[in-house]
Every structure is written in structure tokens, then in C-alpha cells.
């Protein structure tokens, strides 16, 4: 989360006062496109990477001190970069850590990437995360914006969380603080971040779970952009109880607005999936932006609904 602390309290620190706070691995106008799976966007004015909750925790609270607007980053996946870039600090949550810890519950740290943590539990014959083969990304960004697919979110399987407030602070939470609901927990208004969580899982087959897992995965070679950068969807879909798991699927107004195809630059409308917007060579951010605000313009003019963004943006658009 991009925290934007009050501006009267920023003081422009030199980079040996920065270096100073932060520590000798703080890195200045890092570029950010490579860190992105849309492989766009400026530069970061400061960047860290948080391998411990300790460093995480003093990453912040240095943050907070100095008034530098901060946010947090884990995949990358879900996030548009501006062209400008950020001016603040960018803190990759590279927080490692994989454990069963009792009977049934796995803990696991927040920078570990999804798809990794899917195959920890299918090894240990755990079930509950098949839903989530395929997603991109790491478990904190997860947590933080309640992934899901197949009708399943990962807040459903959460049972504590482990968090760091903007003062530096450690606590445990369970799931209910979390206040998961379709794409979205309390952290993306706390700015708190996810150093840690426990997840319920069932013990089952490694066959079954297996056999699920590479369903789903051969499902989404079928509809997703592989080779071709992207944020997966790039609208949220529409809250409605009379369509299958309670949402009308944003791409399919976006389809009927002709989306499929549609390009701006080198950002294009992914042909496969008409809410999927994928850098098809040399795009800037701009392009995205411009694209996705052509198709959403359509949409609102054609149907009367105003799309929400499921992707966050970071830095001035
Ligand atoms: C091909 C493709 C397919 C996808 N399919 C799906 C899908 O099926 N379902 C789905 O839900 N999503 C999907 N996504 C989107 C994306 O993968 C998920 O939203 C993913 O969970 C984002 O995780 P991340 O670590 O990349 O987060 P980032 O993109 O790095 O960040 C996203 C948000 O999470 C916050 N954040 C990151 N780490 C933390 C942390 N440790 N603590 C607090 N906040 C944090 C960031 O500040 C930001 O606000 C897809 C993306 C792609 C490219």
C-alpha cells in the first residue's frame, strides 16, 4: 500500500542521511518495470528490499519518521507503474519462510510466491489452496487484496495473520480483523503490512490435489496471457446475485463493447479475455492507462456501470 504521510512533515534527507536511516542496501532510482508483470513504469526514487519483519519493521518506521511516502511491493502483479515512476520508497516484501506447524495449518512468510506455496501444500497432501495454481505473485500482496478464483478466496482459508502497523508495531490478527470481501481486506486501508500468515488447509490425496492443481493450470494456459506481460484482470467484476458466484463478469460488458482487440501504443486488449490488457511490445504505462480509461468510458456509456480497477497504481497518472 502506498501510504501518503501529511507533506508538512516531509524533510528531504541527503542520500548519506538516507543511507544513514535505511542502510547501505538502499538503492536510489532503482527501475521498477523489471519488478512489474506488466514490465512498465519509471524508476523508484528509493528502493529496499525487507528480507526479515525486523528490517521490514525498521523500513517503515524510518519511512514514517522522515515523512518519505512509502509502498509496499510484492510481485508485482497486480500494479501500474507510472511512466514518472515514484517519489518515495518502494519496500519489496521479500520475507521467506515455509513450515507446517501443526496437524493441518501451514505458516508461511509474505514474500513467498504463490504458486510455490500451492506446491508446499499439494506435497504435504494438504487441501484448499487448489483454487489458487496459476495466480502470480507472492502471499502477502495475496492476503493483502483477498486473490481468488473459481469462486474461492484465499481470506476464506486464513486463519491468523501477522502484521506491522505504520509505528513499527507487531500483532497478530485473525481473519476477521482482516475483513476480507471480494478483492479486498483492511490492509489496503491500514497500509499494515503482511509479514506472516497461517492458513487451514485439509489433508486429503496428493493425487486429488494434484490432479486439481493441473486442471486448473492447463484451464488457465487456455484463458490467460502466458508468454505476453500483463496484470491479469484489470477491472473488478460487478457484484450481481443472479450470475455464477454473485459477479458479473466485467469482461464479458467489456466484450460487448467490442474491447477484444482494441490497442492504444503497445497496449492491447487481450484477444482471449476482453479484461486483460497486455503490454504486446514496447507499451508505456500511459498506453495501459489510456486504454483501460477508452474501454471503461464505453462500458459506462453503453451500459451505465463505472468499472473499478482491480490493478493499483502507483505513482502520478
Ligand atoms: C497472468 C495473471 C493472472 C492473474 N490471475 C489472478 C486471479 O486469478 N485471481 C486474482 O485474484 N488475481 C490474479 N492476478 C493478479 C495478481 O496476481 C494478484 O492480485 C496477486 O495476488 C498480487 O500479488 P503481488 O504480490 O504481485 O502484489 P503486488 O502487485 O506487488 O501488490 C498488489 C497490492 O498488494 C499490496 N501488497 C503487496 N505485498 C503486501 C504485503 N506483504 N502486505 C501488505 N500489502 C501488500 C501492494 O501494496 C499493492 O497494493 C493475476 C495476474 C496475472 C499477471
Known amino acids: 500500500m502506498e501510504m501518503l504521510v501529511n507533506p508538512a512533515l516531509r524533510s528531504p534527507l541527503t542520500r548519506q542521511q538516507m543511507v544513514a536511516a535505511f542502510g547501505s542496501t538502499l ?8 519488478l512489474t508483470t506488466f514490465g512498465t513504469g519509471g524508476p523508484a526514487r528509493y528502493f529496499l528490499q525487507a528480507l526479515s519483519e525486523t528490517e521490514l519493521a525498521d523500513a517503515v518506521v524510518n519511512a514514517t519518521r522522515h515523512g518519505i511516502p512509502f ?10 507503474v507510472s511512466d514518472s515512476g515514484f517519489d518515495g520508497l ?24 504463490l504458486t510455490d506455496l500451492v506446491g508446499f501444500a499439494t506435497d504435504q497432501s494438504l ?33 491468523r495473520v501477522v502484521l506491522c502497523d505504520s509505528k513499527g508495531e507487531i500483532k497478530t490478527v485473525d481473519s476477521s480483523y482482516c475483513q476480507f470481501s471480494y478483492r479486498h481486506s483492511c490492509m489496503k ?7 506472516r ?10 493425487e486429488a490435489i494434484d490432479g ?12 490467460h496471457p502466458i508468454n505476453q506481460p500483463s496484470a491479469g484482470s484489470f477491472f473488478k467484476n460487478i457484484p450481481d446475485q443472479s450470475e455464477e458466484h454473485g459477479k458479473l463478469p466485467a469482461g464479458r460488458l467489456l466484450e460487448k463493447i467490442g474491447a477484444k482487440g482494441m490497442t492504444v501504443g503497445g497496449a492491447k486488449v487481450f484477444e482471449k479475455h476482453a479484461n486483460i490488457i497486455i503490454n504486446a511490445g514496447g507499451a508505456t504505462s ?17 451500459f451505465g456501470i463505472k468499472l473499478e480497477e482491480e490493478i493499483i497504481r502507483i505513482g502520478r497518472f
Open 127 to 159: 487441501s484448499g489452496l487448489e483454487f489458487a495454481a496459476g495466480i502470480p505473485g507472492s502471499v502477502g500482496g495475496a492476503v493483502c487484496g483477498n486473490a481468488g478464483a473459481y469462486g474461492s478466496e484465499i481470506g476464506s482459508i486464513i486463519s
Open 197 to 206: 500468515v497461517q492458513l487451514e488447509l485439509k489433508s486429503g490425496s496428493r
Open 90 to 113: 518502494i519496500i519489496k516484501v521479500a520475507i521467506g519462510g515455509m513450515n507446517r506447524i501443526d496437524g493441518d495449518t501451514i505458516e508461511c512468510g509474505a514474500g513467498e510466491r
Open 71 to 80: 509502498f509496499l511491493l510484492g510481485g508485482g502483479s497486480n500494479v501500474l
Open 27 to 34: 538503492q536510489f532510482d532503482r527501475e521498477l518495470a523489471s
Open 212 to 223: 486439481k492443481v493441473q486442471e486448473i493450470l492447463a484451464e488457465r494456459r487456455g484463458k
Open 286 to 302: 500511459k498506453n495501459i492507462s489510456d486504454l483501460a480509461d477508452i474501454i471503461k468510458e464505453k462500458v459506462s456509456k453503453q
Open 189 to 195: 486501508e491500514t497500509g499494515e503490512t503482511v509479514l
